[in-house]
Nanobody, 122 residues
Framework: QVQLVESGGGLVQPGGSLRLSCAAS????????MGWYRQAPGKQRDLVAR???????NSADSVKGRFTISRDNAKNTVYLQMNSLKPEDTAVYYC????????????????WGRGTQVTVSS
């Protein structure tokens, strides 16, 4: 069984910072890209930032210059450092990973975490 477990969400004032973490565990052969998505009430789930296994990143225009994605391949963990948070960043943040499980046929499967709430409010 492979699972992704997020941590680090919470309530923060505008202009504040939070750091999200997501650890992948279980029978994993390899992990390709990892990333963060977010979904605000009544809206679709959108990409926030993504990082490949080689460290190449891309992010949404709305978070450029404020959010930084990174990963520790040895720990199968991806991080999202969020600075200068705005009320419009309020959403449930979901971790995503493209994982090749052990014992499979080498196929890459999309896994999602359960989500962590980030609320930016004074």
């Amino acid at each position: 069984q492979v699972q992704l477990v997020e941590s680090g969400g919470g309530l923060v004032q505008p202009g504040g910072s939070l750091r999200l973490s997501c650890a992948a565990s279980g029978s994993i052969s390899s992990i390709n890209a990892m990333g963060w998505y977010r979904q605000a009430p009544g809206k679709q789930r959108d990409l926030v930032a993504r990082i490949t296994s080689s460290g190449r990143t891309n992010s949404a225009d709305s978070v450029k210059g404020r959010f930084t994605i990174s990963r520790d391949n040895a720990k199968n963990t991806v991080y999202l450092q969020m600075n200068s948070l705005k009320p419009e960043d309020t959403a449930v943040y979901y971790c995503h990973a493209e994982i090749v499980p052990d014992g499979g046929r080498g196929y890459r499967i999309d896994y999602w975490g359960r989500g962590t709430q980030v609320t930016v409010s004074s």
